[in-house]
């Protein structure tokens, strides 16, 4: 009975410890970088506003601009400083929703897709993630092309812009209106999006240039050994 007594004192003193740490804590707000007017994202429950640091949350872009017909879209902010008790969030993804995306699929057209990692002009290593949906269904060469073009093209942007710059062009659909506009040629586009566009960690990045030389690697490779089977069928049928 008495060590039940201990017991029970002692989660009463851990449970009086807890609701005292919970009574320091304050919620304190995080709002949107200067691009965005400072517009209040949300709110955290920390120990002090300086404990805001670093923390993530993500917004649909509808409720900064107050626009329905931008509910697609989400962004990720991260706080990257905090003044007068308010953490600064700086946009760190930029996110197409699921559904929107599913809605882009279409009978009788081709839904091509990428991921590759590209340098800004600032020195950011960044993941775009771009789709495209053709006009009509098209030729496997066709479609190869529009990849590496779009590829081609998304680089040579990217590496004369500042990833802030290249956010808010996203958001004001410049970005996407001129990528569609520049594969035209290459073939007709009834859409071209950008399912996501991320900062992405120094460890693991790359670039296209990288990315192309490793696939013209493997393609020599697969030459090479297609040389090699060849010459062994000859060789067989001589023997034969």
Known sequence: MADDN??????AAKSATELKKQKKKKWCPIVAPDAFQNRFIGESLVDDASFLMNKSITVNLMQLSGDMK??????????????????????VKYELSQSFLKRMAKRDKD?????????????KFVRI????VTNSQARGSTLASLVRNCRAICKDIINKSTFDQLILDLVDYKFQKYIRESLHKTYPLR??????????SKKKKETVEEELFEQMKQKQKKKEQEKIDAAEEETGAKTQ
């Open 70 to 91: 931008r509910q697609n879209i989400n962004l990720t902010f991260k706080v990257s400083d905090v003044k007068e008790g308010k953490g600064i969030g700086q946009i």
């Open 111 to 123: 839904k091509v897709s990428d991921s590759f990692v590209v340098k800004t002009i600032d020195n």
């Open 191 to 200: 859409n071209f999006e950008v399912k996501s566009f991320a900062l992405e």
């Open 129 to 132: 993630k771009p789709v495209m």
């Open 6 to 11: 201990k017991t029970a004192a002692k989660n």
